[in-house]
């Protein structure tokens, strides 16, 4: 188990459902991220916040929308997704500041079907 | 654009073996470079070097980066089944974005 969680585990929606994933860590880290990935590729960076703002981006489509409502908790809400959605979702956590670069922790992730 | 390249895309060993995976990066404003090891879920924090030429070491695995050449190398030594899994490379920028080669998927055979 890890120190960031993340659920559902796995989900299963049509194209017109709305549903959320939800990602949690208490370790008190202020930057938070959501990666997709695909079988046997490496995390694609969706969006990063940092202190509850959203800082990065990456031209995600408008069906992905994040929401950091506190430190401690980081959204992902979900519709009208299309099969190409289809993918594990991974949410990271990192401390911000101080010289270096901290690693990220990684929740489990949540393995989501489009049919 | 910046990019991190990792090699080999996969390799195939018997117990035993010491293998070498390379990572080599072109970022921007580089910050650090990390190292991953994934196996069904999450990946999990291995290494973060900052310095050319310092060597990272944990039990059978060390690391090293190289700033002027832009590459880094992981190695394991006397592989175990254990050791099966995807070993990512990731670069930090200033910006405190990551980028994450393509992976290295290892198979440890017995």
């Known amino acids: 188990d890890t120190e960031v969680t993340q659920t559902p585990k796995h989900l299963v929606m049509g194209m017109t459902n709305k549903k959320s994933l939800k990602c949690e860590q208490h370790m008190g880290h202020r930057a938070m991220y959501w990666y997709k990935q695909k079988a046997k590729k490496p995390p694609e960076l969706m969006f990063v916040y940092s202190y509850e703002k959203l800082s990065i981006n990456e031209s995600v489509p408008s069906r992905f929308s994040p929401e950091c409502p506190n430190s401690s908790l980081l959204n992902l809400h979900l519709h009208a997704l299309q099969p190409e959605d289809s993918a594990l979702y991974l949410c990271?956590?990192?401390?911000?500041?101080?010289?270096?670069?901290?690693?990220?922790?990684f929740g489990d992730g949540t393995r989501l079907s489009i049919l | 654009e910046d990019k991190v390249v990792q090699s080999p895309l996969s390799l195939v060993v018997h117990e035993g073996d010491t293998v070498t995976l390379n990572c080599s990066y072109e970022v921007t404003n580089f910050r650090s470079l990390l190292w991953y090891k994934q196996e069904k879920k999450a990946p999990t924090f291995l290494f973060m070097l900052?310095?050319?030429?310092i060597e990272k070491k944990s039990g059978r695995l060390s690391s090293i980066l190289d700033k002027k050449e832009l590459f880094s190398i992981l190695n394991i030594t006397a592989t175990q089944t254990g050791d099966s899994a995807i070993y990512l490379c990731a670069v930090a920028d200033t910006g405190n974005q990551f980028y994450f080669g393509t992976g290295t998927s290892l198979t440890v055979i017995p």
């Open positions: 900052t310095s050319s030429g």
């Open positions: 990271a956590s990192s401390q911000v500041g101080g010289r270096w670069t901290q690693p990220q922790h």
